[in-house]
């Protein structure tokens, strides 16, 4: 038993260094292959900035400027070099450090994926534990039904639906921006997280602000997210309560209700730790479009702009950023698996 | 049964405690008179810059104009007066210009204004070179000297009449010397620095979010009617619409489409405020390669050209009909492509002009617009132009299309014949005429004609009514010689909720948002 246990450990040490490790060519390759992209698409920054008032004369001095005409490979080695310095430089259209938009933006975008996720978390575990308890039943079918349309509606079309019935119709709730206009200048910005910040300063009237601005884009992109959720966890109940301990325990006379609540759906749940980390990239890919819809100042907003401006520096430092939460993210998630499931080893 | 009260119980602190919050934010946000008098304005736009050294885009400039002041401005209406100077006076050569400065300035944080923050001002653009290419209005500016503490002199190295439309732009707005480092730009956040003289100073930036603007206690004019402003930004103008239809802002400026100004007018508790503007349309040609070197082909698309159809049709009258560069408004304006191809399509003086262009019909030809970076209407308006040209059957259009970062960096360099607007760094003729006819112009068409360019010359180094007989000239010059064909002047509109007052008093020929007229009741 003891020799089992250190074999287990050392396999286990192996595993996390191995998987840390391939984080390094992964990222590498994505920064060489973002880089790339943004220089085979044709125009550039200063010309998307000046093109349409300044003569070419006065263009070709800026570009000369910015590094813009040395060669590709030249600019290649500056990037990298700057990326492993930790620098990841200026925006070239508007000269913002990179490090405020990871800081100010990148807050929002975290503030709205996490809400997004609670309500995914929520909606997903209810729906998809009640319509796998009562297979067939009409719970089921609407259940299954639920999922399978708010998963195959684009975020953004849930995100119109809700802002005409619950914002224009109803009246009930804000339908843009992370808060009203006069919460946003008078609040003191701590974390950038505004739902912290307004906790931080004892702010309550800024704190239910921020709560309403949150609830309509929290829910579009989390309602998306329970689409898979709902499917995974139903399939994952129903097959859980057809296991051998599920019938031994009712064979020993154990109430059906703690059958179900106490046994049936922890285990049921448990694979729902990988898929929260898998859906990750899921949910900051619809954070962009949640963001673009609900004028949420997020990082995929930013994303969206700086891509229309060609403005390099800020497209490569926004995908690298977004690209290493996901990396560090699946890696939490890898770690955790193998915390709980032995099996799991390279 | 206890459990039962206890839930219950629960249930009730809960739906109390929402309610003390909701009251709670109802008295903080809605209950202070300083907060209802600011104004909040929603907006489209992108700010790049705010520090004036790097500043050359509309949006930024709406910014700047409240913070900022030069010499010379727009301060009502669409006459240029002297702001911050009391005069100019200028040798007979026009490349000397003396200015007086008025006395008793002070920037916002209290630092009194001197010749010294001027000529501090304007070394500091040209020192400075920044990216968005501002530095280049003061091309011509070869030094600035002072005589005393309010005595700035400029020294130019060609006649510029012009000048005091310069002294009005950014690129003369004056900073204080002591808060802007003299040989780099100031980042927006950094608000403590960002000093200027005007009726606001600038007190929060949030990129892409938020400009936070207070009254400047140091103001030497009239207080603003208002107790600040906040600018929104928005990325979408129908967020911004909902927004304003639901009272969440007071007021947006820039830029709704032409069926959300249609659906603003009809809603209740809103106004549309519009006055004629001077942001303009035009199609350019490369006058030097085929198909469009052939004078008599572009003739034939200025007979044909459908600008009733685009203003009616397209921009549903939220534009008019242009028949010259230079918008109708601004002195020296003449409707000089009305005189020589008329007011509406001609289909005969259309077809005559084919025929002595020798082709053949329908001649086929493509036409270049931006899908977006003049707003989402770009692509009707040009379906508008193909089918009144095709109809003609002297025609056959393909029509193309290139986001903005592709496409500015094409232009004349690879397309034939391509939409482009306008919006001026001055509102005056000069710039609605010298940009586009000089040679090398920035849209590489190719166009150089040694009679305009001594048109050029003439107009830059007169005055008066004589100045605005070349500006004429050199008009009726380009509607002969079409390397452009100008089609649509927009109107300037803002629309504002019912308790908003004072929108019409700002909205003229300068396309000035001026925040300080506007009050909030």
Not at chain 1, 108 to 116: I, N, Q, S, V
Not at chain 2, 5 to 11: H, K, M, N
Not at chain 2, 98 to 121: E, P, Q
Not at chain 2, 509 to 519: G, K, P, V
Request: hydrophobic content about 45%.
């Amino acid at each position: 038993m003891i020799r089992s246990r250190l074999v287990t450990g050392t396999s286990l040490r192996t595993y996390l260094i191995t998987r840390i490790a391939l984080v390094v060519p992964m990222v590498f390759i994505l920064l060489t292959l973002v880089f790339l992209l943004m220089r085979v698409a044709p125009g550039n920054p200063i010309e998307a900035a000046l093109g349409g008032h300044v003569p070419p004369s006065v263009i070709k001095q800026i570009e000369h400027r910015q590094g813009l005409d040395k060669p590709l490979i030249v600019q290649y080695g500056d990037y990298l070099w700057g990326i492993l310095r930790g620098n990841f430089g200026t925006t070239i259209t508007d000269n913002r450090p990179l490090s405020q938009i990871i800081t100010q933006n990148g807050a929002a975008t975290l503030e709205l994926t996490f809400f997004a996720m609670l309500v995914a978390i929520a909606v997903g575990v209810v729906v998809g534990l009640v319509a796998g308890r009562f297979r067939d039943t009409s719970l089921d079918v609407f259940g299954r039904l639920f999922g399978i349309v708010i998963y195959a509606m684009p975020v953004f079309f849930i995100g119109l639906l809700a802002q005409l019935t619950f914002g224009v119709w109803l009246g009930w709730l804000p339908i843009s921006d992370q808060a009203s206009p006069l919460t946003q200048a008078l609040l003191q910005t701590h974390t950038n997280v505004y739902f912290i910040d307004a906790i931080w300063d004892r702010n309550w009237a800024a704190l239910w602000d921020v709560t309403r601005h949150l609830i309509l884009p929290a829910m579009t992109l989390g309602l998306v997210t329970a689409g898979v959720f709902i499917r995974l966890i139903r399939i994952n109940v129903i097959r859980t309560l057809r296991d051998d301990y599920i019938e031994a325990a009712r064979a020993r006379g154990i109430v059906e209700r703690r059958v179900v609540y106490n046994h049936a759906f922890k285990n049921a749940l448990v694979p729902v730790i990988t898929v929260i980390g898998l859906n990750f990239a899921l949910l900051l890919g619809g954070a962009v479009l949640t963001e673009e819809t609900f004028n949420w100042p997020g990082i995929g907003h930013e994303l969206v702009l700086y891509l229309g401006n060609r403005d390099y520096t800020a497209v490569q430092g926004i995908i690298v950023v977004f690209a290493l939460v996901v990396v560090a993210v699946s890696l939490l998630v890898d770690f955790l698996n193998a915390f709980v499931d032995p099996r799991i080893r390279y | 049964m206890a459990k039962r009260r206890f839930r219950w119980l629960l249930a009730g602190s809960a739906v109390a405690v929402l309610a003390v919050t909701a009251a709670l934010a109802a008295t903080a946000y809605g209950g202070s008179k300083a907060n209802n008098k600011i104004v909040v304005d929603g907006t489209t736009g992108t700010v790049v810059n705010i520090d004036p050294a790097n500043e050359y885009d509309y949006d930024s400039f709406t910014v700047d104009l409240p913070i900022f002041q030069g010499l010379y401005g727009f301060p009502s209406g669409a006459k240029l007066a002297p702001v911050l100077a009391t005069g100019c006076s200028h040798t007979k050569n026009l490349k000397t210009w003396t200015c007086h400065l008025r006395h008793g300035v002070k920037f916002s944080n209290g630092d009194s204004m001197t010749s010294a923050d001027v000529k501090y001002s304007f070394d500091r653009v040209q020192a400075i070179k920044g990216d968005q290419g501002i530095w280049t209005l003061l091309t011509y500016l070869k030094s600035t000297t002072v005589s005393g503490p309010y005595t700035v002199v400029f020294h130019l190295t060609a006649p510029d009449s012009v000048w005091p439309y310069i002294l009005s732009t950014n690129a003369g707005f004056v900073v204080d010397k002591n808060t802007f480092p003299a040989d780099k730009i100031l980042a927006n956040t950094d608000t403590a620095h960002m000093i200027g003289t005007g009726p606001y100073a600038l007190t929060k930036f949030t990129a892409g979010q938020q400009v936070v603007l207070t009254p400047n206690t140091h103001y030497w004019g009239a207080k603003p009617k208002n107790g600040g402003v906040i600018i929104d930004y928005y990325s979408k103008s129908s967020t911004m619409k909902l927004d304003l239809q639901q009272g969440h802002i007071d007021m947006a400026f820039q830029t709704f489409t032409p069926t959300e100004i249609s659906s603003l007018k009809k809603t209740k508790g809103v106004k549309v405020h519009s006055a004629p503007g001077v942001n303009i349309r035009y199609l350019v040609f490369n006058v030097t390669r085929p198909p469009f070197n052939n004078i008599n082909v572009r003739r034939a698309i200025a007979y044909l050209m459908p600008r009733q159809a685009i203003a009616g049709r397209v921009w549903h009258h939220t534009v008019k009909p242009l028949y010259s560069m230079v918008p109708a408004g601004l002195p020296g304006h003449t409707n000089a492509y009305k005189t020589l191809y008329g007011a509406k399509p001609n289909l005969a003086k259309a077809k005559a002009a084919m025929k002595a262009a020798k082709v053949k019909k329908p001649f086929p030809i493509t036409l270049w617009y931006t899908p977006s970076h003049y707003g989402d209407v770009s692509a009707d308006e040009y379906i508008e132009i193909q089918r009144a040209l095709n109809a003609s059957k002297l025609f056959k259009v393909t029509l193309k299309s290139a986001e903005w970062a592709q496409y500015s960096s094409a232009l004349g360099k690879v397309y034939g014949a391509f939409q482009l607007g306008w919006f001026p760094d001055y509102p005056d003729a000069d710039d609605y005429t010298v940009s586009f006819y000089q040679p090398k112009s920035f849209y590489n068409n190719g166009y150089a004609n040694g009679k305009m360019n001594k048109l050029i010359a003439k107009e830059r180094s007169s005055t008066g009514t004589k100045r605005i007989k070349y500006l004429h000239a050199m008009q009726a010059l380009a509607a002969k010689t079409l390397p452009t064909i100008p089609y649509w002047q927009g109107d300037m509109i803002a629309a504002g909720r019912s308790n908003v007052s004072g929108i019409p008093s700002t909205l003229d020929a300068t396309y000035y948002m001026r925040f300080w007229l506007i009050s909030k009741s």
